[in-house]
């Protein structure tokens, strides 16, 4: 065993997997060999105990459950042509307004969200479906595929989220507290995108114009039929997932079996339901689910020994000395998470940072529920900051070649939506009971 300091120890554990990490490292190797190395020096033999306890501790986890059941409800969903079925009602009734296939992209993200919290499937399903429509009809591509990403990313927030499945846990809140916190941040999100592509297409009329008459030249009764028939069955899936939870009848983990079972039913109202598919669904559950494992139980194992070294304490103590107070110091938390979100998948921010910052919120006195909100909000950022950049990087390999988008062109897209989610972040500290109200309201 080596005798070091805890600064030096928690400097070379950030570092090394941030080194790892832009090396091109999958994110679990990294965090992976680090944990051990480091642990092994500082704790000789004894590390493999503290491994052992950390990963045994996340996998007994009952709240975790609800990840795979998640994730099949929304990968089920992919397959149920729900997300066409929108795109066409919301085509011919916002169709006519400058910048309405944008706003119905952002839309089409938000209800997805609610239904599917798996960013991938939602910016993919965006960018077959909603992509070329706006690009075909004159759309500036940055426009389009900022659109798609920011729409598509609403899935980590708006619940039911796998981040927020997560993120309690690892903090010891609430996750059905969680749930509904998120849910008005999410929506103010959506709103302020809206709100951004409506107010820059009225300026900039050339880069979203309307969709010519004759395209939505369609009776009321079928538009209506249309925006029924794709709205009402997501709606009581939302109702089946979320209202469970919200009127006390059941915790995360059922409502999230509900849902499996809800979106497995509503596949096969819409005739998509099949041997494939069952069986392509259940395969991308099994991948992604392993995937969020290894990553967090390596990643936990990791903040095990950050903790263990009382490098934890150190990081606080010098978060505690920012200048500017509490607020201060929060704000150099919420920095360190955002520039974290260029280099890390979420994933990997909420095992390795959260053991370690959640005792925070109670130090500098604020509400252990807002805090974990704010942090999951800061997180939006993750997927549209380059290098990591997730969103970007689905579009870029989704989107159709004939349509000529380039990663320029989605970069510069997602930029005024990353500076709308600091716009929210500052909407939520100057009016907390947007988070902390609808929780107060739940059934116990």
Avoid: H
């Avoid at 400058?98 to 993919?124: W, Y």
């Avoid at 209506?224 to 899936?237: D, F, I, Q, R, Y």
């Avoid at 062109?409 to 972040?425: K, M, N, S, T, W």
């Amino acid at each position: 065993m080596i005798e070091m300091n805890p600064e030096i120890i928690a400097i070379i554990m950030l570092g090394g997997v941030l080194v790892g990490v832009l090396t091109g490292f999958p994110l679990a190797l990294p965090v992976g060999s680090v944990g051990l190395i480091v642990g092994y020096l500082v704790f000789g033999g004894a590390v493999a105990d503290l491994l052992y306890a950390r990963l045994f501790d996340l996998i007994r986890s009952y709240v975790l459950l609800a990840v795979p059941l998640f994730i099949f409800m929304g990968t089920m969903l992919q397959y149920s042509g729900i997300a066409e079925k929108m795109y066409d009602a919301l085509y011919l009734w916002l169709g006519g307004l400058r910048g309405g296939l944008a706003v119905s992209t952002v839309l089409i993200g938000t209800v997805l969200a609610a239904c599917v919290g798996i960013v991938g499937a939602s910016v993919t399903m965006l960018s077959l479906v909603a992509l070329p429509a706006m690009i075909k009809r004159g759309y500036s591509k940055s426009l389009a595929s900022g659109s798609v990403c920011a729409g598509g990313t609403l899935g980590i927030l708006i619940p039911p989220s796998i981040m927020l499945v997560i993120y309690g846990p690892m903090a010891n809140i609430s996750v059905g507290k969680l749930f509904f916190g998120a849910f008005f941040p999410g929506l103010i999100l959506s709103s302020l995108y809206c709100s951004y592509i409506v107010l820059r297409s009225l300026f900039q009329p050339k880069i979203a114009p309307a969709v010519p008459v004759e395209e939505r030249a369609v009776p009321f009764i079928k538009k209506m039929t249309m925006l029924a028939v794709s709205v009402a069955p997501t709606a009581l899936l939302i109702l089946a997932v979320l209202g469970t939870i919200f009127w006390g009848v059941a915790p995360p983990t059922e409502a999230a079996a509900v849902g499996a079972f809800a979106a497995t039913v509503l596949t096969a109202g819409y005739r998509r339901l099949s041997l494939e598919v069952l069986k392509q669904t259940a395969m991308l559950t099994l991948r992604v689910t392993s995937m969020i494992l290894l990553i967090g139980g390596l990643s936990y194992a990791f903040a095990g020994v950050f903790i263990g070294a009382g490098s934890d304490k150190a990081l606080t103590n010098w978060i505690l000395g920012a200048p500017g107070g509490r607020w201060g110091a929060f704000a150099v938390v919420m920095f360190i998470i955002f520039i974290l979100g260029f280099f890390i998948d979420f994933v990997g921010i909420l095992f390795i940072m959260v053991p370690i910052i959640s005792p925070l919120a109670g130090t500098l006195g604020f509400d252990s529920l807002w805090f974990a909100i704010m942090i999951c909000v800061n997180l939006q950022t993750s997927y549209m900051t380059p290098p990591f950049a997730a969103a970007i990087f689905y579009v870029r390999g989704s989107a159709p070649p004939e349509l000529g988008v380039s990663m320029g062109d989605i970069i510069r897209g997602v930029i005024p939506f990353v500076g709308l989610i600091i716009v929210g972040l500052g909407l939520l500290v100057a009016f907390p009971q947007i988070i902390l109200w609808l929780p107060g309201k739940m059934i116990k």
